[in-house]
């Protein structure tokens, strides 16, 4: 039995254009369930019904969005069972405490968040210039959006319940989900959960969609045609161009969460103070996820001598020691990667290699390589390696890891540990405003594989990190605004205005921007 | 004697990639002043000092970016007289008022305005989350930034004086300016007033840097260069969509504003109350500048009847009996429009052909054509013609007014016309639902074309009138937004942190976003 696809609150057969099995990742057996590979017919369906949904949208109060985000959010938690169970076969993550004691609640939580934003309403940045009459908000896209998910967060970055999908659900817009293929089941439950609370909430039928699967071409048509409002994307930089490409030319916003090699760097205080330390704490981020995090940190660079010996001969016993874990899918991409990282001067010295066996795996790897390979050949040694895969450049000094730093390319993070008491002062200052640029967010002593919910998180950066360095994916309710437009009334009379717009504050606790001062009041 | 270019504060000789001359619109007779087409050389040379610039910037205080922008403001109004001479003999529009006693002080008036987001700071929307240590801000892109300015605004939209110039230096970026060949001089003469306050407030040399004119290759890899940091460009379709595609490729932030007809819906119950007067609004905005605004009213949309009757041909007496006014260039372009129009169904009753004689010139022009024609091929009917052209389509009854809203490309701006005494509110609660998704700003009983900087401003709206929905390209602090990069600071050190989101608020008047809650306060 094929499953079916949801278009307009209906669960039905998709239009034929091939089929597709999951697969188990700890015995790399198929699952027996088959997805439909849904052809631009569904798609059209999908987007017209996006568009009905529109129209009723605007006689319906925020507040009802609000009530179908929080009872998505219980929804996840009473099914939290089937859920887990689903997302633990078909990714091989751990179900605890990975799964239902962090990503579950998670994801719940983001949902939350989501709706008090929406409930309290500050993100339209409601502005008001009584002087020219002139008032301004953000408001939905009218068009449905796209969330494409990403394979390594079956619910916190899924396209029916993750970030993404919470933001644009927020700003108000129906969302058309591509669940991601290597767990399409899960998919399907979350939004069977989705769509009850859809039912609850009183929202229109095609507030919540689900395809499965399309084929390359039909997906560049789905990302560049003319109904679609904007994209959220989290993925690998191949398939993210893939989309942007069309995405682009037809002028729809597209956002992307692409690859990132979140570069750490070690300073020599901080290695004489606590190397051991630093790189236990470099193991278990490189391997949490059996390395498959937009945060890895794929790229350690510590000093030459011996305080830096000691932190890379213990990274290596850990990394050597450890178990490797249950990647999703084929580790074929991941020797790839390193392969194209030795071609481009690296040493592999731990790991390097597939582990044969039943399911999907490959060794915990470090490589390393010199500073001048690296100022030699930047584009080749940040190749992204998305698995339990490190490369450790040893600097000369700080000359050289500045000259790194200048050489990076964009990423989503850039991490400095420094020493405790402050011996390394004069070399953070000389290296932090070269990494700053090239990083969306900047730790210090941390590893970044911790992504909090939190209104000041920016899980974004400049390209090829993702498309646009002024956007987060992560964090309420600045993710909101990526799925949001400027909407300017001028001259408009009070009654035919937005109730966010109106003289009298709707609610009380919504933030204005009345005559440049930041206000709940009322105008005067 | 060639002119030349500033590149890192010196005026030099372009590198050697052809020369032209710019037309005195008035004459059709070329300008003696020979200005250089730039070659890559130059775009290298322009680009290596932005980025030293920016490396200079990093020790500069803000407030000096803002004594800039003052001493510029201060400097326009000093020069005032050398600049309008030059800007009324290069686009031929005229010195009083709209050179000398409009466009100039507004443009000095953007600068200072810019000046106070800057000293003020809360644009940069400092974001503390004192719960995680999380902290974000937006700062500069720290690399220099395109402007191309457009031919119809010398002073307001120019890439060394106007609006994407103010934002991008606002957001601490070293500006490159593109000027219009149509206006060389005068975007030279801004500029030497520009470098003179650069000079003052103790900026970086590259902080305004001006090459004339790149041919089409060079302005490709000029807006796919990868030490490019965002592109503001304001012209038409065509060259903007000739930047969007390198830009796009590089994931270079571009913020394009187009093309827009700027339709205008005129209800009966308005016609009947005024609709003379309306037709001689009509009239003075879409002859406003000759026709030449991004907001020109180029879509009339006018019930059948009596009324309407009464509206055109007012309309129509009024475009036959003004003069036309002089074009900023070759009118070869508004026949071309005008003729695809005709070819899309339309009919010319006023006007519609190129004035001979000395100067550049247009018959003020009316098209008119029915509801159908307009559904029947909404593409070729929205074409815009840069000129003293509108294009008056007959509606049956307000559902040919839902529809033809409907059928709208992406504008800058939408007007609704209505009775005084709400007679249309029926008809406007159908119509403002279908044309609100398609403009960045809506007016009510009132012309577009102008455009105040207002913090609530929105000069800005869907593909294609501009390329992405979310920003504005006038109004302060929304405008310097486009030029920004999200920097989070996770687990930094206060003393390490940027001045804005430290605990102490650095200058008292900055509006943080803490714990949620929009303050002035320090972190308790």
């Known amino acids: 039995m094929l499953e079916p696809?949801?278009?307009?609150?209906?669960?039905?057969?998709?239009?034929?254009?091939?089929?597709?099995?999951?697969?188990?990742?700890?015995?790399?057996?198929?699952?027996?369930?088959?997805?439909?590979?849904?052809?631009?017919?569904?798609?059209?369906?999908?987007?017209?019904?996006?568009?009905?949904?529109?129209?009723?949208?605007?006689?319906?109060?925020?507040?009802?969005?609000?009530?179908?985000?929080?009872?998505?959010?219980?929804?996840?938690?009473?099914?939290?069972?089937?859920?887990?169970?689903?997302?633990?076969?078909?990714?091989?993550?751990?179900?605890?405490?990975?799964?239902?004691?962090?990503?579950?609640?998670?994801?719940?939580?983001?949902?939350?968040?989501?709706?008090?934003?929406?409930?309290?309403?500050?993100?339209?940045?409601?502005?008001?210039?009584?002087?020219t009459g002139i008032r301004s908000m953000f408001r939905p896209l009218e068009k449905p959006v796209a969330v494409f998910g990403p394979n390594n967060f079956p619910f916190a970055f899924n396209s029916v319940s993750g970030g993404d999908f919470a933001a644009a659900i927020a700003a108000g817009n129906p969302v058309i989900g591509k669940a991601h293929s290597s767990h399409p089941m899960t998919t399907k439950l979350l939004t069977e959960v989705a769509y009850a609370a859809v039912q609850t909430a009183g929202l229109p039928a095609a507030m919540v969609q689900l395809i499965y699967r399309l084929d390359h071409a039909d997906g560049a048509a789905f990302a560049g045609h003319r109904k679609l409002g904007a994209i959220g994307f989290t993925g690998g930089?191949?398939?993210?161009?893939?989309?942007?490409?069309?995405?682009?030319?037809?002028?729809?916003?597209?956002?992307?969460?692409?690859?990132?090699?979140?570069?750490?760097?070690?300073?020599?205080?901080?290695?004489?103070?606590?190397?051991?330390?630093?790189?236990?704490?470099?193991?278990?981020?490189?391997?949490?996820?059996v390395g498959q995090f937009c945060t890895n940190p794929g790229l350690v660079i510590v000093p030459t001598g011996p305080d830096g010996d000691v932190f890379v001969d213990a990274a290596k016993r850990l990394f050597a020691d450890g178990d490797p874990g249950i990647l999703l899918g084929p580790p074929g991409h991941i020797a790839d990667s390193v392969a194209t990282l030795e071609g481009a001067g690296a040493e592999v010295v731990v790991g390097g290699s597939v582990v044969e066996g039943g399911g999907f795996s490959f060794a915990n790897t470090i490589l390393t390589a010199p500073a001048g390979a690296f100022i030699a050949d930047p584009e080749g040694l940040q190749t992204e390696a998305f698995g339990p895969v490190s490369l450790i450049i040893r600097a000369g000094g700080i000359e050289d890891m500045v000259a790194i730093a200048g050489a990076l390319d964009g990423n989503l993070t850039g991490s400095i540990y420094s020493d405790p008491d402050g011996a390394d002062e004069q070399e953070y200052g000389s290296l932090e405003p070269e990494l700053r640029p090239h990083v969306g967010r900047l730790l210090n002593d941390k590893m970044p594989t911790g992504v909090a919910v939190s209104p000041a998180m920016n899980h974004g950066g400049p390209f090829p990190s993702t498309g646009h360095p002024g956007f987060t994916a992560v964090g309420m309710p600045a993710a909101i605004h990526r799925f949001a437009a400027?909407?300017?009334?001028?001259?408009?009379?009070?009654?035919?205005?937005?109730?966010?717009?109106r003289d009298e504050n709707p609610n009380g606790v919504m933030y204005r921007f009345i005559d440049r001062q930041w206000t709940r009041d009322d105008v005067a």
């Not at 089937?82 to 990975?98: C, F, I």
């Not at 962090?102 to 949902?111: C, S």
């Not at 606590?274 to 790189?279: K, P, S, Y």
């Open 237 to 289: 930089r191949h398939g993210g161009l893939s989309l942007k490409g069309p995405a682009d030319a037809a002028g729809i916003p597209v956002y992307l969460e692409m690859s990132s090699v979140n570069p750490v760097f070690v300073l020599p205080g901080a290695l004489r103070a606590r190397g051991e330390e630093i790189a236990e704490e470099f193991y278990g981020s490189c391997t949490l996820g």
């Open 5 to 131: 696809v949801l278009i307009n609150g209906e669960w039905r057969a998709a239009s034929d254009a091939g089929t597709f099995n999951a697969y188990d990742p700890s015995t790399a057996e198929t699952f027996p369930e088959t997805f439909p590979v849904s052809s631009m017919e569904d798609v059209e369906a999908a987007l017209d019904a996006g568009h009905e949904a529109v129209r009723r949208l605007r006689d319906i109060p925020p507040t009802a969005i609000a009530d179908f985000l929080d009872a998505f959010g219980e929804g996840l938690l009473e099914n939290r069972d089937q859920l887990v169970a689903s997302a633990h076969a078909e990714t091989g993550l751990p179900a605890e405490p990975r799964l239902n004691s962090v990503e579950l609640p998670r994801t719940a939580d983001q949902l939350h968040q989501a709706a008090a934003a929406v409930r309290d309403r500050s993100w339209v940045t409601a502005t008001i210039d009584t002087a």
């Open 486 to 501: 400027l909407h300017c009334y001028d001259n408009v009379a009070e009654h035919r205005l937005p109730v966010e717009i």
